[in-house]
């Protein structure tokens, strides 16, 4: 092979200009597209690695999503069962201390009496009452000790929604005559009678015989409350037998509890004044003085929702924490994969590489692994959510703001975590990149 | 015409602990265009702390360095970097190709960080990195990554490499190093050819035979210049 000479020598292009120019054109971004392709091919070559270091990142999106799928769906329970206890309630509650069980009874007091003013308010359609006392029972050959056993009147299914599975629920008739009759809650009802019939069956309570007239349907615990564990009785016989009063004659019989029935059409805050300005007037005392509170569903559910937010924070918490320790886990394989790869970044800058392009290349890396390991944490999450909800008796909804949160969150957690090893990568020198062993 | 590589005083010294090992020690030479030149040298006398600093991967401590007649002693990384990728071809002795990663996609690196001019779509890339294999005889190997390659193969990918965006100036240390003697001929063919087309060719080995084929030989001597004799008679390979 000979030398020849058809070609002329190929000079350097390069003036003082030229330069300037080079390294100005040097400070723009190669093409997007080929940072993420670089990134990708990285990410592929080495799967096992990649996979592990996503596996932090997948488990802490899946843990944000289950975690406020419970959440959500905890609170959706609650309000459903609130809602399921009668629609458009007012509760009227005695205040503590001022008629409860063991206040004062002499002050104003909400009274039985209270009940029947609140009836005649327009925009009211219907009342219950409750008047709570803890009995041991005994039926049956078997004892059940404090069982709840509640006082209440003949409208209280109505009002409150709840049904009769068999027999009938008090009457007027026994308010009056203080028949002494007692409607079960399923779950005392099988208790003490199991699968016999207990209508017409006598229970023992505090040494007063009663005879079952009814039992009523399954309705589960609802806020605080076992309904299936209660016996409903005359609020009449209560008065008179269990919580017998001294006082009574000159204030009436205190009540703990008036549910009142709004009419859907009628202006809540209007009826709640009237019940105020009634109820004042005939206690002869001012508004400020009323022995009760008035609250509506949705108060409860607001009220019962900040008693779940604790719930909610320490989810967050936990699930925030492993999200975080799944960043601390890309900033560490990253950390070892740049050791590892110093050649390759010697290689890279050796045909022209800026500190710039290889910064990008490892951050799209640490993007790229937490946004796979983020959509492959959704669909762990949303799997884990829907088993979780079939599985047990919690309830799970999955929220499509906690998608957008976890997916968001691992993009972030990516970046944030991804920069400090892409800098490092960045600051090496080409010739010292090029003889790590 | 302005030489293409010009050093004046080049010292590089390395601080070890409280000893100072000069692996340069005040280097003055002048390459120029169209040049195929040879450096020699005992193991440790500086050829390859010189052929890193004249390909710019690593900076003088001392001295100054005319590229072109354009000094790159005051030039930032990320300069450096864009006369690495357009003005520079090098060669390593150990390939230093991207593992797990094929031979195409390994020749088309230096398009990939390629910003001057017009941008190179994929296709085109690939057709000029396919081009650059078809140059050192391999276009049937572009999907094979390098550890299904021999040493000569490697080499010659590498050389690819070095090629395609046509630089007037490569730089190769070693370039047979780790090759038999067989296979180091086909490569100097290749270098050869390139030389015939005009480029620019610095080249470090410890083999006479193959230094010989060269236009001139720069012997280095614990980081000094020996002989830099320009005059140096026809290459005895002809
Ligand atoms: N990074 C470094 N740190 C410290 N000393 C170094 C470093 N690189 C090279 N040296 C020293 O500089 C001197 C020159 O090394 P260089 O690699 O240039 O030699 P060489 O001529 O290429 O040798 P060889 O023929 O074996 O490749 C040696 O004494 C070496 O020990
Ligand atoms: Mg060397």
Same mark, same amino acid.
């Given at each position: 092979?000979?030398?020849?000479?058809?070609?002329?020598?190929?000079?350097?292009?390069?003036?003082?200009?030229?330069?300037?120019?080079?390294?100005?054109?040097?400070?723009?971004?190669?093409?997007?597209?080929?940072?993420?392709?670089?990134?990708?091919?990285?990410?592929?070559?080495?799967?096992?690695?990649?996979?592990?270091?996503?596996?932090?990142?997948?488990?802490?999106?899946?843990?944000?999503?289950?975690?406020?799928?419970?959440?959500?769906?905890?609170?959706?329970?609650?309000?459903?069962?609130?809602?399921?206890?009668?629609?458009?309630?007012?509760?009227?509650?005695?205040?503590?201390?001022?008629?409860?069980?063991?206040?004062?009874?002499?002050?104003?007091?909400?009274?039985?009496?209270?009940?029947?003013?609140?009836?005649?308010?327009?925009?009211?359609?219907?009342?219950?009452?409750?008047?709570?006392?803890?009995?041991?029972?005994?039926?049956?050959?078997?004892?059940?000790?404090?069982?709840?056993?509640?006082?209440?009147?003949?409208?209280?299914?109505?009002?409150?929604?709840?049904?009769?599975?068999?027999?009938?629920?008090?009457?007027?008739?026994?308010?009056?005559?203080?028949?002494?009759?007692?409607?079960?809650?399923?779950?005392?009802?099988?208790?003490?009678?199991?699968?016999?019939?207990?209508?017409?069956?006598?229970?023992?309570?505090?040494?007063?015989?009663?005879?079952?007239?009814?039992?009523?349907?399954?309705?589960?615990?609802?806020?605080?409350?076992?309904?299936?564990?209660?016996?409903?009785?005359?609020?009449?016989?209560?008065?008179?037998?269990?919580?017998?009063?001294?006082?009574?004659?000159?204030?009436?019989?205190?009540?703990?509890?008036?549910?009142?029935?709004?009419?859907?059409?009628?202006?809540?805050?209007?009826?709640?004044?009237?019940?105020?300005?009634?109820?004042?007037?005939?206690?002869?005392?001012?508004?400020?003085?009323?022995?009760?509170?008035?609250?509506?569903?949705?108060?409860?559910?607001?009220?019962?929702?900040?008693?779940?937010?604790?719930?909610?924070?320490?989810?967050?918490?936990?699930?925030?924490?492993?999200?975080?320790?799944?960043?601390?886990?890309?900033?560490?394989?990253?950390?070892?994969?740049?050791?590892?790869?110093?050649?390759?970044?010697?290689?890279?800058?050796?045909?022209?590489?800026?500190?710039?392009?290889?910064?990008?290349?490892?951050?799209?890396?640490?993007?790229?692994?937490?946004?796979?390991?983020?959509?492959?944490?959704?669909?762990?999450?949303?799997?884990?959510?829907?088993?979780?909800?079939?599985?047990?008796?919690?309830?799970?909804?999955?929220?499509?703001?906690?998608?957008?949160?976890?997916?968001?969150?691992?993009?972030?957690?990516?970046?944030?975590?991804?920069?400090?090893?892409?800098?490092?990568?960045?600051?090496?020198?080409?010739?010292?990149?090029?003889?790590?062993? | 015409? =302005?030489?293409?590589?010009?050093?004046?005083?080049?010292?590089?010294?390395?601080?070890?602990?409280?000893?100072?090992?000069?692996?340069?020690?005040?280097?003055?030479?002048?390459?120029? =265009?169209?040049?195929?030149?040879?450096?020699?040298?005992?193991?440790?006398?500086?050829?390859?702390?010189?052929?890193?600093?004249?390909?710019?991967?690593?900076?003088?401590?001392?001295?100054?360095?005319?590229?072109?007649?354009?000094?790159?002693?005051?030039?930032?990384?990320?300069?450096?970097?864009?006369?690495? +990728?357009?003005?520079?071809?090098?060669?390593?002795?150990?390939? +230093?190709?991207?593992?797990?990663?094929?031979?195409?996609?390994?020749?088309?690196?230096?398009?990939?960080?390629?910003?001057?001019?017009?941008?190179?779509?994929?296709?085109?890339?690939?057709?000029?990195?396919?081009?650059?294999?078809?140059? =050192?005889?391999?276009?049937?190997?572009?999907?094979?990554?390098? +550890?299904?390659?021999?040493?000569?193969?490697?080499?010659?990918?590498?050389?690819?490499?070095?090629?395609?965006?046509?630089?007037?100036?490569?730089?190769?240390?070693?370039?047979?190093?780790?090759?038999?003697?067989?296979?180091?001929?086909?490569?100097?063919?290749?270098?050869?050819?390139?030389?015939?087309?005009?480029?620019?060719?610095?080249? =470090?080995?410890?083999?006479?035979?193959?230094?010989?084929?060269?236009?001139?030989?720069?012997?280095?001597?614990?980081?000094?210049?020996?002989?830099?004799?320009?005059?140096?008679?026809?290459?005895?390979?002809?």
């Amino acid at each position: 092979m000979a030398v020849t000479q058809e070609h002329p020598p190929v000079a350097l292009g390069n003036t003082p200009r030229d330069l300037h120019d080079e390294a100005a054109e040097s400070t723009r971004l190669i093409s997007p597209l080929e940072i993420f392709r670089i990134a990708w091919e990285g990410i592929l070559r080495n799967k096992i690695r990649s996979l592990l270091t996503m596996l932090g990142v997948i488990i802490g999106v899946a843990a944000v999503i289950v975690m406020i799928a419970i959440s959500a769906g905890t609170e959706a329970t609650i309000a459903d069962q609130i809602k399921g206890l009668g629609a458009n309630l007012l509760f009227i509650q005695a205040s503590f201390g001022r008629g409860g069980p063991g206040g004062n009874e002499t002050g104003p007091m909400l009274t039985y009496d209270d009940v029947a003013i609140v009836a005649g308010i327009n925009g009211v359609v219907g009342t219950s009452v409750e008047m709570p006392t803890n009995q041991p029972v005994k039926a049956n050959g078997t004892t059940l000790t404090d069982v709840q056993l509640v006082g209440t009147t003949p409208d209280y299914p109505s009002v409150r929604e709840v049904s009769l599975a068999d027999g009938r629920f008090l009457n007027e008739q026994d308010m009056d005559r203080k028949t002494k009759v007692a409607v079960l809650g399923a779950g005392v009802a099988q208790e003490i009678f199991g699968d016999a019939d207990p209508i017409g069956q006598s229970i023992t309570v505090d040494n007063v015989k009663l005879t079952v007239v009814g039992v009523m349907a399954d309705k589960g615990v609802v806020g605080n409350t076992d309904f299936d564990a209660r016996v409903y009785v005359p609020i009449t016989l209560v008065y008179s037998r269990f919580v017998p009063s001294q006082f009574a004659r000159f204030v009436g019989d205190r009540v703990q509890l008036i549910f009142a029935q709004i009419d859907e059409n009628a202006n809540l805050d209007d009826v709640k004044t009237q019940i105020q300005l009634k109820l004042a007037s005939s206690k002869g005392i001012s508004v400020s003085e009323l022995p009760f509170t008035m609250q509506t569903q949705d108060d409860i559910i607001e009220t019962q929702g900040a008693a779940t937010e604790a719930f909610r924070n320490l989810l967050a918490w936990v699930a925030g924490v492993s999200l975080i320790v799944g960043g601390i886990g890309i900033m560490n394989i990253m950390l070892v994969s740049v050791t590892e790869r110093t050649r390759e970044i010697g290689i890279r800058q050796s045909v022209g590489a800026t500190p710039n392009d290889i910064r990008l290349q490892f951050l799209a890396e640490a993007l790229m692994l937490s946004l796979v390991g983020g959509l492959i944490g959704i669909a762990a999450g949303v799997a884990g959510a829907i088993l979780f909800g079939a599985t047990s008796d919690m309830r799970t909804v999955i929220v499509p703001g906690s998608i957008v949160l976890a997916f968001a969150s691992a993009a972030a957690i990516g970046v944030f975590f991804g920069f400090y090893p892409a800098n490092k990568a960045a600051q090496l020198d080409p010739i010292d990149a090029l003889r790590h062993e | 015409m =302005v030489p293409i590589i010009q050093t004046e005083g080049l010292r590089k010294i390395y601080e070890m602990g409280s000893v100072q090992v000069k692996a340069l020690d005040g280097v003055d030479i002048r390459i120029d =265009v169209g040049e195929f030149v040879a450096v020699m040298g005992s193991s440790g006398s500086g050829k390859s702390t010189l052929m890193n600093i004249l390909g710019c991967l690593d900076r003088p401590t001392e001295g100054q360095y005319f590229l072109a007649g354009e000094d790159v002693s005051g030039l930032n990384k990320v300069q450096l970097a864009a006369i690495r +990728n357009r003005q520079l071809g090098f060669i390593f002795q150990s390939f +230093n190709l991207l593992a797990r990663t094929s031979a195409l996609r390994n020749v088309m690196l230096p398009l990939v960080y390629k910003r001057n001019g017009r941008g190179l779509s994929t296709d085109e890339r690939e057709e000029r990195a396919m081009a650059a294999l078809e140059a =050192v005889g391999l276009a049937d190997r572009a999907d094979h990554e390098p +550890n299904e390659l021999s040493g000569g193969q490697r080499q010659r990918v590498a050389i690819a490499r070095a090629l395609v965006n046509d630089p007037a100036l490569i730089m190769a240390d070693e370039p047979t190093g780790n090759l038999d003697t067989r296979t180091g001929e086909e490569i100097m063919e290749i270098l050869h050819d390139l030389h015939a087309r005009g480029r620019t060719i610095v080249m =470090v080995t410890h083999e006479p035979h193959i230094a010989a084929q060269t236009q001139r030989t720069i012997t280095m001597v614990d980081g000094r210049i020996a002989t830099a004799d320009a005059q140096e008679e026809e290459p005895q390979w002809q």
